[in-house]
Every structure is written in C-alpha cells, then in structure tokens.
C-alpha cells in the first residue's frame, strides 16, 4: 500500500493558494489516475486506486494545515501504511516559484504542516515533494503570502510544477523512489 498526502488547508477560500499546492497536485494526480477523491474518514478527503497489483491511497487533510499530522497518523495507522510508504507534498518559502526538490527525509524547515506531521509520526524520515512557492516580496507578511494567490507571471511556472509533481508521485507507484528523485531533480 502506498499513501500520497497533499497538504494544503480546506474551503473555497484557500483555493489556488500557495500554502495548497499540495492539493492542487492531490487533484491532478486523482485526474490523471481517473481516481474519485469520495470518501471522508480520518479528518481527510480521500480516494484509492489499485495500480501494479498496489492500492494506493490519495489523500487531503481536512485538519487545516497547522493539523495535518491529526488526519495523516490515524489514516496510516488504520491501513498500516509503514513510513517508507509514505510521500507527502508541499508548498515551500525556499524555493523559487515552480521548482520542485524531492527527497527521502529531511527537516520541518519551518513549514507547520510539515512540523504537525513530525510531531504525530516520531520521525523526519518520509518521502516528500517540496514545491516552491518563493518569498514574500518586502513589505508583504509570510501568511499573506502563502495563503495568497500568485502573480499571473507566476502561473506558468507553478502549473509547470503541479504537472510534474503529479507526474513523479505517479512513477513512485511503480518505480524506487531514488529513480524518481534522480530523474525531477533537476
């Protein structure tokens, strides 16, 4: 069984932020496998697919970002989904807008979400994207930033990332995770 868990924060409000990327790539994944994201359980929004003789299960916390642990603990514990099975996707400050860094464990870099779910799973080592969604430009506060929308320059960058965010989580269904890291990595 393998778990992709986009993190983003859930309403209309936050739509096309830049804190739910991970959602937005969730989204994308579940268009491209023809997956129905149906089912609630878990503090989640969620929906599984069978692909190579795998279930793989899609996943959006419905905690609020600050929460996400609370939803992604309970739901791996349940399936008893083990860390190495586990990728997360993310908005990150440090990185430009539409640059994606993948890799097999690493710190909360401040990122909440991230923090939350440290803190529920004992542990810094599990699979992640990290998507860049850049600084807040002077004068502008990190929370407005990220619960912001992006500048239409943007936009062909971070729409460049979700596609291969999606495509990535996708190769992990059926290849090692390093070949798919040496292969986004760029």
């Not at 600050?66 to 099975?85: A, H, K, T, W």
């Not at 239409?152 to 992990?172: C, F, N």
Request: hydrophobic share 35%; net charge positive; with cysteine.
């Amino acid at each position: 069984m393998k778990l992709i868990v986009g993190l983003g924060n859930p309403g209309a409000k936050y739509a096309g932020t830049r804190h739910n990327v991970g959602f937005d790539i969730i989204d994308r994944c579940a268009e491209n496998l023809q997956l129905e994201m149906n089912q609630t359980k878990f503090k989640g929004l969620y929906g599984s697919i069978i692909r190579n003789g795998e279930k793989v299960f899609l996943l959006k916390p419905q905690t609020y970002m600050n929460l996400s642990g609370e939803s992604v603990r309970p739901f791996m514990d349940y399936y008893q989904i083990p860390l190495e099975d586990l990728l997360v996707i993310y908005d990150d400050l440090d990185l430009p807008v539409g640059k994606i860094r993948i890799r097999v464990k690493g710190s909360s870099g401040g990122h909440n979400g991230i923090k939350s779910l440290i803190a529920q799973l004992g542990t810094q080592e599990f699979k992640r994207i990290r998507v860049g969604v850049d600084r807040p430009p002077a004068g502008v506060s990190v929370v407005n930033h990220v619960l912001g929308g992006y500048r239409p320059e943007e936009r062909p960058h971070i729409e460049q990332a979700i596609d291969l965010s999606a495509k990535a989580a996708e190769q992990w269904i059926s290849r090692p995770f390093l070949e798919v890291m040496n292969e986004f990595n760029k």
